[in-house]
């Protein structure tokens, strides 16, 4: 389905970002494991979070969705039942990795599989730790989906992530659960700590020491570990709030509220670089939920400077960076982003999809395989165009939110693909939008 996007004069009211999408599959993971019913309010709209709750759902615990609270009950750590088909990751990264570390622990062989987007995103980042661990795991060339799991019996492992990625740390995490011993993650530079957030909040005791993670596992004789159920409220996804915070930034005179926000320090670098660029955000209302922080957002029009992201700021940033990119030419300097060879792995190889669609509206894009560099307000102003998502949500979003400032209506092709994270984005926009 094609959207239209036209230029708008400024925004104003008030919005609600979807429940987080990364604490959702946390939570629905976790609570399919713990022994009995939880309650986790706000779950993510997101289909990436559906296809979670239809994997827990197929592997045995019972799920129910009602009125935006899914309802997980699980069977206790050793209560999940191998499944007849393959289990469907769909669109989502953090669906496989996460739950192959968690699969790696059954007593049951798994398959696990996902769409065509998914079966091109690399694996061995999570297959190769946990075969460390003990776990046997087949891959398509050793790297891609489907994968076959056949879990069984793990050791713990001190792992140095090669990488920065939550993924990854998680994936290594959750089948130290399942691990005799006690599994340490140390990090090269910090990602964002939800899952030891949740695994806490679930009762298993994680200890943290500057970037080292520990979790010990039910294997060998620590048997009296277990996850208890929770009711549990999860913030909006301040991922999803950023396309609003940029939105209202660009067009002047712009005053938005943004209720309920995650605001969990691993996640709000992105918050720091709108300030830094001259953005007008203020953060009120301020709470704490569950050991995550919860918060409202006020933003305002304002004339952005631009500048560089590179370094041990990409990976705090990582899901934000398609949105700096497009707004690029509506800053005095320009954006430019360096150290991001990861964004090439994404939904999509959203180096390129930028590049592509910031040049279809006319943009002066130079790309570089680790990052591009895009041309601010004296390269001229955007024209509207037709884009081509790639069916990558966030570009998707993106170039709607590029699109508001821009002369001339825009069209968004297979508009759709922004449910992967936020199905009423369109609806949201248009809604606070003003022309
Ligand atoms: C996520 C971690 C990030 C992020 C993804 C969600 C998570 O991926 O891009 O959208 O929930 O752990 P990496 O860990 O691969 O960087």
Redesign the pocket.
């Known amino acids: 389905m094609k959207r239209t996007i036209r230029p708008a004069k400024t925004l104003s009211g008030g919005v609600e970002p979807p429940g987080d999408?990364?604490i959702s599959?946390?939570y629905a993971m976790l609570a399919a494991l713990a022994e009995g019913a939880s309650e986790l309010r706000h779950f993510a709209a997101a289909a990436d979070c559906r296809s979670t709750l239809d994997c827990m759902k197929a592997l045995g615990a019972e799920v129910k969705l009602d009125k935006g609270a899914a309802r997980v009950t699980g069977h206790g750590l050793r209560g999940l039942k191998s499944t007849r088909r393959a289990l469907d990751a769909g669109n989502s990264?953090?669906t496989m990795?996460?739950l192959t570390g968690i699969l790696a622990g059954q007593a049951f062989t798994s398959q696990l599989t996902g769409d065509a987007s998914l079966q091109k995103r690399p694996m061995k980042?999570v297959v190769g730790p946990l075969r460390e661990m003990g776990a046997d795991i087949r891959a398509r060339e050793d790297n891609f989906a489907p994968l076959e799991i056949r879990g069984g019996r793990l050791h713990a492992i001190q792992f140095q992530m090669p990488?920065?990625?939550?993924?990854?740390?998680?994936a290594v995490l959750l089948a130290g659960l399942f691990a005799e011993g006690e599994t340490s993650v140390t990090e090269p530079a910090r990602?964002?700590d939800?899952?030891e957030i949740a695994l806490e909040e679930f009762g298993a005791p994680v200890e943290k020491h500057g970037k080292t993670i520990r979790v010990r596992g039910i294997g060998g004789n620590n048997g009296s570990l277990s996850l208890q159920p929770r009711s549990l409220d999860i913030p909006g996804d301040l991922?999803s709030a950023v396309f609003f915070i940029a939105a209202a930034s660009i067009l002047p005179d712009s005053n938005l509220l943004i209720h309920n926000v995650g605001l969990n320090p691993t996640r709000t670098a992105i918050l720091d670089v709108f300030a830094s660029m001259g953005a007008s955000l203020q953060m009120l209302s301020v709470r704490s939920a569950h050991g995550e922080i919860v918060g409202d957002l006020a933003v305002k029009g304002a004339s952005l400077k631009g500048g560089v992201i590179e370094g041990q700021q990409i990976?705090l940033v990582?899901?934000e960076l398609p949105m700096l990119a497009a707004l690029g030419p509506y800053t005095e300097l320009g954006i430019e982003i360096r150290d991001a060879a990861?964004l090439r792995v994404?939904e999509s190889d959203r180096i390129a999809a930028l590049a592509e669609n910031l040049r279809r509206m006319g943009a002066t894009v130079e790309e570089r395989p680790d990052g591009l560099r895009v041309e601010g307000r004296h390269a001229g102003t955007l024209r509207g165009a037709e884009i081509e998502p790639h069916a990558d949500h966030r570009i998707a979003m993106a170039f709607a939110v590029a699109a508001l400032g821009a002369s001339g209506a825009t069209v968004i092709r297979d508009a759709d693909c922004a449910g992967v994270s936020y199905p009423t984005f369109f609806d949201d926009l248009e809604r606070v939008a003003e022309r």
Not at 163 to 170: E, G, H, L, R
């Open positions: 999408k990364s599959h946390r990264g953090t990795r996460l980042r990488m920065a990625s939550a993924q990854v740390k998680s990602t964002r939800h899952t991922s990976p990582i899901d990861e994404k």
